[in-house]
């Protein structure tokens, strides 16, 4: 993988999780916690799917699969050491199916259908560079 690929790969990871991160954060100033989740669970894999889109028009070489896993790591990284060890000090969010489990396999799941889509599917225009 070339370096700017990698960067482009870990950016929009980064700034997927922050959506996400935001999202919590929001969700908890201005409701409970209960639909902060079901909405995350929601607005989380949307993130993906426009991020993963701008990805793979930048990069339609790339692997849906192999972009999914960089993806979804990345994210589950930072959320375990970022926010579990670092802000909340407790790994109990790892308890939450709603919470943890869906969002991190719906971004997966959208990354990779979106990969799918426009590196085979649909979106067969010339890529941004």
């Known amino acids: 993988m070339k ?13 997927g999780w922050a959506l996400c991160f935001a999202t919590i ?14 909405v995350h669970a929601i607005l989380a894999p949307l993130f993906f799917i426009g991020l ?3 990805y ?8 849906p699969l192999t ?12 959320d375990f050491f970022l926010v579990a060890l670092v802000i909340l000090r407790d790994l ?3 308890g939450s199916v709603l919470g943890t489990w869906i969002p991190f396999a719906s971004i997966f799941a ?3 259908l979106t990969g799918l889509f426009v590196t085979r ?3 067969r225009k010339p890529a941004m560079r």
């Open 121 to 123: 599917g649909g979106e």
């Open 92 to 94: 109990a969010m790892f």
């Open 3 to 15: 370096t700017s690929r990698l960067a482009w790969t870990a950016a929009l990871a980064v700034i």
């Open 56 to 63: 793979f028009r930048r990069f339609p070489e790339a692997q």
């Open 110 to 112: 959208a990354t990779y």
């Open 52 to 54: 993963s889109w701008l």
């Open 25 to 38: 954060g929001i969700g908890q100033a201005v409701t409970t916690m209960g639909t902060t989740l079901i």
């Open 67 to 78: 972009t999914a896993v960089a993806f979804t790591g990345i994210v589950m990284l930072l």
